[in-house]
């Protein structure tokens, strides 16, 4: 039996070392007992596995009807999301026969050569646009981004699809930054795994000496965790 998507996809987060446990101090100022590293995604072998996880999730979601098959073109903001966007690209193509371009943005904008504000695929009125992200926080790169997007062409946002759904409420609200995304800008949002999947695979993945992952310490820490701050 296939393991689920989500298992498998944390299997690859421990292996790549991009899921740590620990104390950490998150950009909203949150001590957090585990963080997600992007970051570790640093070689060729790696992005494109993680390229991959994106282009299954993104078709399981064709397929529920919850996106649309014909996705023009798959935007990663700068700068974390642009090898997310080419990977995922490569991926749909390679893996799923789904032609698809991908785009980023420039930080700023470009007065020589091709010029513009955009990388790859350009935007054109109509066209079907797919974000990518890693992890959500706050949502804040988003309503920097959709700005962008609009001010190119009138696109349509279909949807954003995230590594890991931390599923935490933000800072000045009971609603997880996800759900407050989605109510304000109308397209849905996906993650290939959110946290308590994540915690209760890590509890059945073993180390290489034969202890799991996620251990009942860790657990706690993390439920007690998301008793706080969870959404």
């Known amino acids: 039996m296939t393991a689920s998507l989500d298992h498998r996809f944390t299997e690859f987060l421990l292996e790549a070392q991009a899921l740590k446990f620990g104390e950490f ?19 060729g072998r790696k992005i494109a596995r993680l390229g991959s996880f994106y282009a299954e ?12 098959k014909d996705i023009d073109t798959v935007f990663g903001p700068a700068y974390k999301g642009i090898p997310l966007g080419v990977s995922t690209a490569i991926a749909l193509t390679n893996a799923h026969g789904m032609e698809v371009g ?13 010029g513009g ?33 609009k001010a190119e062409a009138d696109v349509e946002v279909v949807g954003l699809v995230l590594s890991v759904d931390r599923m935490e409420k933000t800072k000045d609200s009971d609603t997880s930054a996800v759900k407050a995304v989605e109510a304000e800008f109308g397209f849905p949002v996906f993650a290939i795994a959110n946290v308590k999947e994540i915690f209760e695979a890590g509890q059945h993945i073993q180390t290489a000496d034969g202890a799991p992952y996620v251990t009942p310490e860790i657990k706690a820490a993390a439920e007690a965790y998301l008793a706080r701050y969870g959404a």
């Not at 101090?25 to 070689?43: E, M, W």
């Not at 979601?61 to 649309?68: K, R, S, T, V």
């Open 57 to 68: 999730k993104i078709i399981a979601e064709i397929e529920a009807g919850n996106l649309p």
């Open 25 to 43: 101090t998150l950009k909203s100022g949150r001590q957090s007992p585990y963080f997600i590293n992007a970051g570790a995604f640093n070689d």
């Open 117 to 149: 504000m955009m990388v790859g695929a350009q935007l054109k009125d109509g066209m079907k646009v797919l974000l990518v992200d890693d992890v959500m926080t706050a949502g804040t790169a988003v309503r920097e981004v959709i700005p962008k997007l």
């Open 102 to 114: 991908y785009t980023f943005d420039r930080k700023e904008k470009k007065d020589h050569g091709d």
